[in-house]
């Protein structure tokens, strides 16, 4: 690690050679010279948005989108002296690794779950989330559990550990329905097409949160933790820097305040 000069005569001779940070960080950053990205000078992440509160669209954000994920990919990006920019992406086509190895992002930030199977696709960094699963219903439904909603039509997201939890414990299975993204589940809900939506909790928490109209009835232990991915065995370098930004991120206090600012304290 080294720390910000300020670029000098000198330096500025040698600025093409390396990464300088860029803008409001602080502290110290990661000697990033010799990383490859997609784009000079930026950090290109794909996800999945709207999934709040880990994607969120924000006109008044430079990159146009927040949310906890998007934030703690900026810190990074900060750490190693680089501009994050990000792509709305589906998910499906990131948890496959297909976006990835198509070069059209450096990495995917979209609450992906590190399983053994994606990893067969995708290089995952350290985790940085811890999740589980649970169902939402409308308040006054009377569902209670899982079990209760025997030929009722439940929303999963496509490609998710959400469809691979439901498609093994929901008492109807032939009746669920999935959809691209929250974007589409959320109104499936309120407007009656399904009656329950399956996905990871936080997500579910902040509809609950959102309109108290609907609320979480149960949650499932899936011990699940969640990575950014890239593409597998194609930039180890940038793996091995972001991991030391995370790492760095996590010891100087900045992921507990963007926790705090999205989940409360831990």
């Given at each position: 690690?080294?720390?910000?000069?300020?670029?000098?005569?000198?330096?500025?001779?040698?600025?093409?050679?390396?990464?300088?940070?860029?803008?409001?960080?602080?502290?110290?950053?990661?000697?990033?010279?010799?990383?490859?990205?997609?784009?000079?000078?930026?950090?290109?992440?794909?996800?999945?948005?709207?999934?709040?509160?880990?994607?969120i669209e924000d006109t008044s954000s430079p990159t146009g989108y927040s949310g906890f994920d998007?934030?703690?990919?900026?810190?990074?990006?900060?750490?190693?002296?680089?501009?994050?920019?990000?792509?709305?992406?589906?998910?499906?086509?990131?948890?496959?690794?297909?976006?990835?190895?198509?070069?059209?992002?450096?990495?995917?930030?979209?609450?992906?779950?590190?399983?053994?199977?994606?990893?067969?696709?995708?290089?995952?960094?350290?985790?940085?989330?811890?999740?589980?699963?649970?169902?939402?219903?409308?308040?006054?439904?009377?569902?209670?559990?899982?079990?209760?909603?025997?030929?009722?039509?439940?929303?999963?997201?496509?490609?998710?550990?959400?469809?691979?939890?439901?498609?093994?414990?929901?008492?109807?299975?032939?009746?669920?329905?999935?959809?691209?993204?929250?974007?589409?589940?959320?109104?499936?809900?309120?407007?009656?097409?399904?009656?329950?939506?399956?996905?990871?909790?936080?997500?579910?928490?902040?509809?609950?949160?959102?309109?108290?109209?609907?609320?979480?009835?149960?949650?499932?232990?899936?011990?699940?933790?969640?990575?950014?991915?890239?593409?597998?065995?194609?930039?180890?370098?940038?793996?091995?820097?972001?991991?030391?930004?995370l790492a760095a991120i996590k010891a100087d206090g900045t992921y507990d305040t963007l926790y705090?600012?999205?989940?409360?304290?831990?």
């Amino acid at each position: 690690m080294k720390k910000k000069i300020l670029l000098t005569t000198v330096a500025a001779l040698v600025f093409p050679l390396l990464l300088t940070a860029c803008g409001g960080g602080g502290g110290d950053t990661i000697d990033a010279s010799g990383l490859t990205t997609i784009e000079s000078g930026k950090l290109t992440t794909c996800s999945d948005v709207p999934y709040p509160p880990f994607e969120i669209e924000d006109t008044s954000s430079p990159t146009g989108y927040s949310g906890f994920d998007i934030e703690i990919a900026d810190a990074i990006a900060k750490k190693l002296g680089l501009e994050l920019a990000v792509k709305d992406v589906d998910f499906d086509a990131l948890q496959s690794g297909t976006v990835l190895v198509a070069g059209e992002c450096d990495l995917g930030t979209s609450a992906i779950t590190i399983t053994e199977e994606r990893k067969a696709n995708i290089d995952f960094t350290d985790s940085y989330y811890d999740s589980l699963q649970s169902l939402l219903v409308k308040a006054d439904s009377g569902y209670k559990t899982l079990a209760d909603l025997k030929d009722k039509v439940i929303g999963v997201q496509q490609g998710t550990t959400g469809l691979s939890y439901a498609t093994e414990h929901a008492p109807s299975p032939d009746l669920l329905q999935q959809f691209p993204s929250d974007g589409e589940l959320w109104p499936a809900m309120t407007s009656g097409q399904i009656d329950a939506i399956l996905q990871d909790q936080p997500v579910n928490h902040q509809h609950e949160v959102d309109d108290p109209n609907y609320v979480i009835v149960e949650e499932y232990q899936t011990d699940e933790h969640y990575g950014f991915a890239l593409a597998k065995d194609k930039n180890p370098e940038l793996l091995k820097a972001i991991n030391e930004a995370l790492a760095a991120i996590k010891a100087d206090g900045t992921y507990d305040t963007l926790y705090a600012k999205y989940f409360g304290e831990k």
